[in-house]
């Protein structure tokens, strides 16, 4: 597997999660694409919350808005995905 964004090649795994679980073959190829968008996910979440941080900074640097503002925005954000 490539990872196109370095162009670095991963390590082959000698065991895949999917094959841990004891997985049947018909549902094999699902899990395998399940553990490589897990697998990516994993890479590009702490750089997508890097991202947010520096805007968030920016809009609190530039009088855009206040923390406090930013605070209510999580705070609602939270409470929508808890329904």
Sequence with gaps: MNNKTSGKELP??????????????????HAEALDALSERLDMMLPEVMARIAAVEHVLISKNVCSLEDLLKARKFIDEQESV
Aim: avoid cysteine; proline fraction near 17%; hydrophobic fraction near 15%.
């Design 12 to 29: 082959p795994k000698s065991q895949s999660k999917a094959q841990r679980r004891s997985v049947p073959p018909s549902a094999q190829n």
